[in-house]
T-cell receptor, first 115, second 114 residues
Framework: NAGVTQTPKFQVLKTGQSMTLQCAQD?????MSWYRQDPGMGLRLIHY???????DQGEVPNGYNVSRSTTEDFPLRLLSAAPSQTSVYFC??????????????FGAGTRLSVL | GEDVEQSLFLSVREGDSSVINCTYT??????LYWYKQEPGAGLQLLTY?????DMKQDQRLTVLLNKKDKHLSLRIADTQTGDSAIYFC??????????????FGKGTRLSVIA
């Protein structure tokens, strides 16, 4: 199984550019999430989804949009990139089942630099 | 609100035991988790403990939970250089509908000295 696949692995943007970070999972997980990881800040939740067609904001949603048109895909869009969005971005997914619903499976991350 | 606190760094000698500590604020937490992040990779689940347990052991890993003090610890016996990584504590609260993803601590960077 591929698990959670994120593309691209690395990206450099100029301030003001837009782009989409892709995330796909092949485990039929209902829950998907986007986090950013910054030194000394740990993981901060950007947006999450509990199923196709349903999304909600996390701790740091400003500057990012998401959509969930299918169970498999959960793209993260940067509308107008800013240097403060330089970070490592992780996508994660999990089952909705009672015990395992919060055992999250993470992608390998996208390292984004905004100049 | 929910908050998870961890010390940022821990250094141990190879073969010694490592103890990584975590405190949380939500007394209604039902499950508590330990994740491991190796360099350049995403997080992977190490182990988890249900809130009605005091201890869980899995090979070299021992998780201790003190609900009264809201304190969680991860002990790694016979620490190896391959254990060098960042370890994250995380919790889920029973108060929400279960839709909110995990709340993570900032992570403890474990360095193992050969």
């Amino acid at each position: 199984n591929a698990g959670v696949t994120q593309t691209p692995k690395f990206q450099v943007l100029k301030t003001g550019q837009s782009m989409t970070l892709q995330c796909a999972q092949d485990m039929n997980h209902e829950y998907m999430s986007w986090y950013r990881q910054d030194p000394g800040m740990g993981l901060r939740l950007i947006h999450y989804s509990v199923g196709a067609g349903i999304t909600d904001q996390g701790e740091v949603p400003n500057g990012y949009n998401v959509s969930r048109s299918t169970t498999e895909d959960f793209p993260l869009r940067l509308l107008s990139a800013a240097p403060s969005q330089t970070s490592v971005y992780f996508c994660a997914s999990s089952y909705k089942g009672a015990v395992a619903k919060n055992i999250q499976y993470f992608g390998a991350g996208t390292r984004l630099s905004v100049l | 609100g929910e908050d998870v606190e961890q010390s940022l760094f821990l250094s141990v000698r190879e073969g010694d035991s490592s103890v990584i500590n975590c405190t949380y604020t939500d007394s209604s937490s039902t499950y508590l988790y330990w994740y491991k992040q190796e360099p350049g990779a995403g997080l992977q689940l190490l182990t988890y403990i249900f809130s009605n347990m005091d201890m869980k052991q899995d090979q070299r890993l021992t998780v201790l939970l003190n609900k009264k003090d809201k304190h969680l610890s991860l002990r790694i016996a016979d620490t190896q250089t391959g254990d060098s990584a960042i370890y994250f504590c995380a919790e889920i609260s029973s108060r929400n509908s279960g839709n909110t993803p995990l709340v993570f601590g900032k992570g403890t960077r474990l360095s193992v000295i050969a």
